[in-house]
């Protein structure tokens, strides 16, 4: 089955604590992103990764690091410098370099810092 | 800028038609997105709509687009309890790396 998969599905982090949240895909996609999702409102882009070795910051960038060595894999590392990162994370894909950016989702990670 | 807005919340009634209003403002997307989340979930693309058409459909969802006033809309036919999400809808500003997404609809069918 081809798809894009995230765990752990439910973290637990405590404060001053960094996290690394998995993202892995097999559709050979070339772009892979990270959202994140809180209640009320809609996607916001943290990075996304056009090609491996490649990755730019998206609108909420501050906190959070990503790497991108293998083109399946996109981890998302939420530091302790992220103020409130209590959310819901999505990763998502597409197949890149094209107008219809037609992205497809991971059943997403939600981090809960106590 | 861009920006994308919807409603927050539709309730319908089991069978009745169900629509979904978005405007954006970006005028150079050339492809705009119909999602959809169920609860805990991540989100599922339901259809997308091309630039240069004013409708599509597929099975029971109609897409209507009004690129003059930067209106999309989402009409879904026969709505039963399994269509009970959020829908968002997103545009794909000008390149190639970014979808921009409204806050969502959360729709609600009761019987």
């Known amino acids: 089955d081809g798809g894009i998969t995230q765990s752990p599905k439910y973290l637990f982090r405590k404060e001053g604590q960094n996290v690394t949240l998995s993202c892995e895909q097999n559709l050979n996609h070339d772009a892979m992103y990270w959202y994140r999702q809180d209640p009320g409102q809609g996607l916001r882009l943290i990075y996304y990764s056009q090609i491996v070795n490649d990755f730019q910051k998206g609108d909420i960038a501050e906190g959070y690091s990503v790497s991108r060595e293998k083109k399946e894999s996109f981890p998302l590392t939420v530091t302790s410098a992220q103020k409130n990162p209590t959310a819901f994370y999505l990763c998502?894909?597409?197949?890149?370099?094209?107008?219809?950016?037609?992205?497809?989702f991971g059943p997403g990670t939600r981090l809960t810092v106590l | 800028g861009e920006d994308v807005e919807q409603s927050l919340f539709l309730s319908v009634r089991e069978g009745d038609s169900s629509v979904i209003n978005c405007t954006y403002t970006?005028?150079?997307?050339?492809?705009l997105y119909w999602y959809k989340q169920e609860p805990g979930a991540g989100l599922q693309l339901l259809t997308y709509i091309f630039s240069n058409m004013d409708m599509k459909q597929d099975q029971r969802l109609t897409v209507l687009l009004n690129k003059k006033d930067k209106h999309l809309s989402l009409r879904i036919a026969d709505t039963q309890t399994g269509d009970s999400a959020i829908y968002f809808c997103?545009?794909?500003?000008?390149?190639?790396?970014?979808?921009?997404f409204g806050a969502g609809t959360r729709l609600a069918v009761h019987p």
């Open positions: 970006d005028s150079s997307s050339t492809y």
């Open positions: 997103a545009e794909s500003p000008g390149g190639y790396n970014k979808l921009i």
């Open positions: 998502a894909s597409s197949i890149g370099q094209r107008k219809n950016n037609e992205q497809f």
